[in-house]
């Protein structure tokens, strides 16, 4: 009976032990066929990669969808700086009284367009009333001498009349009246208009920039009436770093970007001394504002080109989409209607540009209407997952 015993326990522990390495066996087996799929999976692309995007060629017109060759290409160079808009100082006038002067009335106002010889304000002086009455005297005796003629009076008369004439008349310009106004007035002949009142008139078109007076105030001589801008073409004063600002020079092109525009620009002026403060030399541009886009005051992003790149593979921003794993792709056109996502890696980036790799020069990617595509490639995906 004993023997029996020890049999049956010797058959159990040899069954056991043949599960047990038959267990062992599967698991390896499981293991080298999960290390192969993996070394499968790096060398081949993803599902995204190989999938195809069919879209006929009416949707690629509806869509906007359009494709080049990918080219090596030298990218501009820009240095980024912050900038404000002034006002261009050679499109620029103020007007001011040149004697002591009362406002009577204010004729133009801030924000106001004027155009050249457009009346500003009208102003009253008592020098002025002097001035036109003593011309009116003068304009007289002179006209009494001139019809005599030379015959009947001295030439030294003669000679005094024409000159006290003329001296009268430049007292007048000196005071602030033009000639047109001047001979309106001499041609009234009327003592009743020789009560000092003037009208200062525009020197310019453009806009009111200032006006920070009142009527009836008096007004010293050089005070600042009115400050008129012709904003067709404005200055962008932008700071840069002492070494940033070497490479640059007048002449250079340049961007000015707002939140919703980008105006060509052109380097106008690099100043010699530093900001003692902020240790940033000034870079001053010239930019053209035909839409009247840019307002002096206004706060810009400054972009100034130094150089360009070699050759390289590039795309804009707007070409590159996210794929579901995190990673970047370009969409490739490889047959007529159809096409499919490539992996690559952004090298650099230049402005709106992507410097890439992962794809050769003379492939046919999509330049315009990238997101669509993208999108056209997510919902195929999601289908095929759900089916």
Known sequence: I???KLWLQYLLICLLLSYIQLSYAELDHEHEKDSSHSKLAQMEPSHEEKRLVEISLEGQQAAGIKTEILQKISLPIWISAPGEVIPNAKLTSITTPRILAQVIQRIAHIGEHVKLNQPLVRLSSVDMAKAQANLLLKQNEWKRVKQLG????SAKRYRAAEVSRQQAYSNLLAY?????QIETFLKSNDPNKANGEFTLLARRD???FSADFIEGQIIEPGKLLYKIVDEKSLWVDAKLSNDESKTIKPEDSAIIQTDHNKIEAEVLQVHHKLDEMTRTRLVRLIVPNVDDILHPGEFVTCLIKT???PPVLAVDKSALMRMPDGDMSIYIQVNPNHFQAKEVQILRKIGPWRVIYGVNAGAKIVTKG???VHSESLKSSFKAHNH
């Open 370 to 372: 990238a997101f669509f």
């Open 206 to 208: 453009g806009i009111v």
């Open 2 to 4: 004993n023997m029996k």
């Open 307 to 309: 150089g360009e790149t």
């Open 176 to 180: 602030g009246m033009t000639q047109s």
């Open 150 to 153: 030379k015959q009947a009076v």
